[in-house]
């Protein structure tokens, strides 16, 4: 090949070699954008389902009486609540206290024996917060209330008294006194005792409905990490002297779920980003191969003016770097922006790993290199001759 033949095809080469390096860091980019855009978007579904099966108690225990040793039903201190929020994985506590001689009627017209079944509780202003109970009309107990015959309704409570709407004109007849009705509360998931009660205030109970103040029923929600071992102690820290007559629910389903699907995210999360990874380095040394392929009269060219082998590969392993580079980090803003787009269409938590971020660039440049080492080797063991006589 003659000298001004090589030039023109030096020209042609550097003038398409931007668009040719354009268009591979575009494909780097597309390829490392699906791997930030699967994991991420992955991982905001499982925060998503982590968030949904937290709101169903996944931490929460339910601390209840049980039965003497001469199966008479037991007494729960009155301290208990105070003696679990001591315990330092506990992060939130709660009670009710049943009375069972206290009937709930709509009327003083309705005949003694038809209860309907409901239960009256008297119960503490944080109940709702620690089971998930919302309302489905008026409000909850607060401290003004919770002294004065004020009543909030179960679901099915609401629905046997016959109860729909909450309005100043609403009572209801709680051990023979009216108790004016100022919620009702939608079925309760995780504790369903409550659906079918009618709960009241802590101080009116003692005071006007004769209730001793003995909790039934605690409610404790704990770090989850530490939840078996909060499990363990939570009897005798209820009732020091007599643990045995403590019952203390397991933890819910919703708990071992949670784990299994975080385990299986893990699992897929590396999978996927493994091939995605694959891929990306497969993109990048297709490249270099044909680029090498397609400037061999460039290096041929090199080689003739003094070029040394060494410079050519540092030459060809530079480029294959710079074009991961370049792909691995638009990969990742194209790949974090259509994560944080769906997550906020969806209303999903919008969570993007930072080791799908780092990791990604990181890897992404070590494939560039490994995919770059062979075609640089390829080009700096063309000799001057063969390249600048290649067609």
Excluded: C
Excluded at 74 to 101: C, L, W
Excluded at 182 to 204: I, K, M, Q, S
């Amino acid at each position: 090949m003659r000298p001004r033949d090589v030039m023109r095809v030096g020209a042609v080469g550097l003038r398409t070699r931007p668009l040719r390096a354009f268009l591979s860091a575009l494909g780097i980019a597309i390829g490392i954008a699906a791997m930030v855009g699967v994991v991420g978007l992955s991982s905001s579904s499982g925060a998503e389902l982590d968030r949904t099966l937290s709101a169903l108690g996944t931490n929460l225990l339910t601390v209840s009486s049980g039965t003497t040793l001469m199966g008479e039903a037991a007494q729960m201190p009155k301290d208990a609540e105070a003696m679990i929020e001591r315990i330092g994985p506990v992060e939130a506590v709660s009670s009710i206290g049943r009375m069972g001689d206290v009937k709930v009627y709509r009327s003083e017209q309705i005949p003694e024996a038809q209860t309907g079944g409901i239960a009256t509780y008297a119960a503490r202003l944080d109940l709702p917060a620690t089971v998930g109970a919302t309302l489905r009309d008026g409000t909850w107990l607060n401290a003004a209330t919770e002294r004065y015959p004020a009543a909030v309704l179960g679901s099915s409570a609401a629905q046997r008294l016959g109860v729909g709407a909450v309005s100043p004109d609403t009572q209801v007849v709680v051990g023979g006194m009216r108790f004016t009705v100022v919620g009702v509360l939608n079925p309760v998931a995780l504790a369903t005792d409550l659906d079918a009660g009618v709960l009241v205030g802590w101080p009116v109970a003692e005071s006007r409905l004769g209730f001793d103040g003995h909790p039934t029923t605690l409610y404790t929600r704990s770090d989850e990490a530490r939840l078996e071992s909060v499990r363990q102690v939570l009897a005798a820290t209820a009732n020091p002297e007599a643990p045995n007559e403590v019952d203390v629910s397991r933890p819910s389903d919703a708990l071992a779920a949670k784990q299994a699907t975080s385990q299986a995210f893990a699992n897929l999360l590396l999978g996927v980003g493994a091939v995605a990874l694959l891929v990306g380095g497969v993109g990048v040394a297709n490249t270099m191969v044909i680029s090498v392929l397609e400037r061999r009269a460039e290096i041929g060219l090199r080689r003739s003016l003094g070029a040394t082998r060494g410079q050519i590969r540092t030459q060809f392993l530079a480029e294959s770097l710079l074009l991961s580079a370049l792909g691995g980090g638009g990969g990742i803003l194209l790949g974090t922006g259509v994560t944080m787009g769906y997550a906020l269409y969806s209303g999903w938590p919008s969570v993007v790993p930072a080791w799908a971020t780092v990791g990604g660039l990181v890897a992404t440049l070590v494939i560039g290199a490994a995919a770059g080492l062979y075609p640089a080797i390829r080009a700096s063991r063309l000799s001057p001759t063969e390249a600048l006589s290649a067609p």
